[in-house]
Nanobody, 126 residues
Framework: QVQLVESGGRLVQAGGSLRVSCEAS????????MGWFRQAPGTEREFVAA????????YYADSVKGRFTISRENAKNTVYLQMNSLKPEDTAVYYCAAGDLGFGSNWYTPLVYEYWGQGTQVTVSS
């Protein structure tokens, strides 16, 4: 079992930056693909970014490409999401997820991720 705990969410002004973290415990995540999803009130959970187990390949939603960066430190069992040029529409609960993903996987759907954190609230004020 993998337990995931997100942290770092807070209120930030539009145009600002924020880094959220996801720390894993229970077992190493070095063999897992990791993803970030977000969910705003009244909407479905949507894909934000993902990273392969080695960190060599990353995936982004079009809405965040060029503004967000996903990274990982396997030695620390931690995944990060650096968010720059934040917009009010980025306001959501951000969830970290882990899954046995690789080449050919559909990284963009929450259905393939096995483990989920409880989420961290990011609020962007205009």
């Amino acid at each position: 079992q993998v337990q995931l705990v997100e942290s770092g969410g807070r209120l930030v002004q539009a145009g600002g930056s924020l880094r959220v973290s996801c720390e894993a415990s229970g077992r190493t995540i070095s063999s897992y693909g990791m993803g970030w999803f977000r969910q705003a009130p009244g909407t479905e959970r949507e894909f934000v970014a993902a990273i392969s187990s080695s960190g060599s390949t990353t995936y982004y939603a079009d809405s965040v490409k060029g503004r967000f960066t996903i990274s990982r430190e396997n030695a620390k069992n931690t995944v990060y999401l650096q968010m720059n040029s934040l917009k009010p529409e980025d306001t959501a609960v951000y969830y970290c997820a882990a899954g046995d993903l690789g080449f050919g996987s559909n990284w963009y759907t929450p259905l393939v991720y096995e483990y989920w954190g409880q989420g961290t609230q990011v609020t962007v004020s205009s």
